[in-house]
């Protein structure tokens, strides 16, 4: 399995890397724009079957996404201002991802499979135009957001095997993922808040051409980083246990095994498909306020 884990670390890496630092000088990255649109359409081609539909309509539903993207492509909205699109999609995720925990593994089945399959499938669809805008912008923006994301993951894991139902008593969603604890999701926001004051310093120093995330908001104020990270945080996790979720629903451990060692690519993205427009809100608020 590990050896898995690391040829599939490798593989990805090699495909990724070319993609995310090809110049593209503020216009549409095409090879990462278009490494983005594989891994959507495999993400699209994954939720048809998490959702109990059979290999040829998961299919049509991974090529569905692949034109809806290509389309957004075409008629030029990744160079558009699509703030609307944040706000939407963030409110979206805030007061769905509420409703979907609160009503748990069995509420999962009680909603209609067409509003499941379009909501997922706008999800990704607004999660790729997302990475593809925060590239766009610039590298140091695009990566300030996935490692958020990534170092809030590391931190929540050590902080739970450390810390975890030390200071408090109720694990943080039993019946969805049973080894996440409260003290994880502090573990990973502290993280989180170490990695923002670091890269606004790192920024200054460096004198960056392009400002990160974390440099953006501190520039509006100290508070609104403050607000912003661990907003961003703590959406992570909800995208990651309503994931879990859907899987459990579905008896699923993995979404699909097209990377092994490492399960599907929703495994893999869960976690960015809310921070990823919610990113992408909070610039634009920084940009138009």
Same mark, same amino acid.
């Given at each position: ?32 724009a ?17 959702? !109990? ?8 539903? !991974? ?12 008629? @030029? ?20 991802g ?22 997922g ?16 912008? /610039? ?15 590391v931190?929540?894991y ?5 810390? /975890? ?18 003290? /994880?999701?502090? !573990? @990973? %926001?502290? !993280? ?16 960056? %051409?392009?400002?990160?995330?974390y ?16 907003? %961003? ?17 579905? @008896? ?9 060692g490492? @399960?599907?690519?929703?495994d ?22």
């Amino acid at each position: 399995m590990l050896k898995q884990r690391i040829i599939t670390a490798i593989v990805l890496l090699a495909i990724l890397l070319p993609a995310l630092f090809y110049p593209s000088n503020g216009t549409v990255p095409i090879p990462f724009a278009c490494v983005m649109l594989a891994l959507i359409a495999a993400a699209g081609w994954e939720w048809g079957k998490l959702n !109990g539909y059979g290999q040829g309509i998961s299919l049509l539903f !991974g090529a569905e996404i692949l034109c809806l993207c290509l389309l957004s492509w075409v008629l @030029g909205l990744l160079d558009q201002s699509l703030s609307i699109v944040w706000i939407v999609a963030s409110a979206a995720w805030v007061l769905g991802g509420a409703f979907l925990l609160r009503a748990a593994v069995p509420g999962w089945p009680r909603i209609p499979k067409p509003l499941r399959v379009v909501g997922g499938l706008l999800a990704l669809w607004v999660a790729w135009m997302a990475a593809v805008q925060a590239r766009m912008i /610039g590298i140091n923006f695009l990566l300030s957001i996935l490692l958020l994301v990534w170092v809030a993951d590391v931190f929540a894991y050590f902080a739970g095997r450390a810390f /975890g139902l030390k200071f408090t008593r109720n694990k943080l969603a039993p019946s969805i993922s049973p080894g996440k604890s409260w003290e /994880g999701v502090w !573990g @990973g %926001m502290a !993280g989180v808040l170490v990695l923002a004051l670091a890269w606004v310093w790192a920024d200054a120093s460096a004198q960056a %051409m392009v400002a990160s995330l974390y440099t953006r908001l501190a520039q509006r104020g100290w508070w609104l980083l403050l607000i912003g990270v661990v907003f %961003m945080a703590a959406m992570s996790v909800v995208g990651d246990l309503v994931e879990s979720l859907i899987k459990r629903s579905a @008896g699923a451990k993995d979404s699909s095994s097209l990377l092994p060692g490492h @399960g599907g690519v929703l495994d893999r993205v869960d976690a960015l498909l809310p921070a990823l427009p919610i990113a992408m809100m909070l610039w634009s608020f920084c940009e138009y306020a």
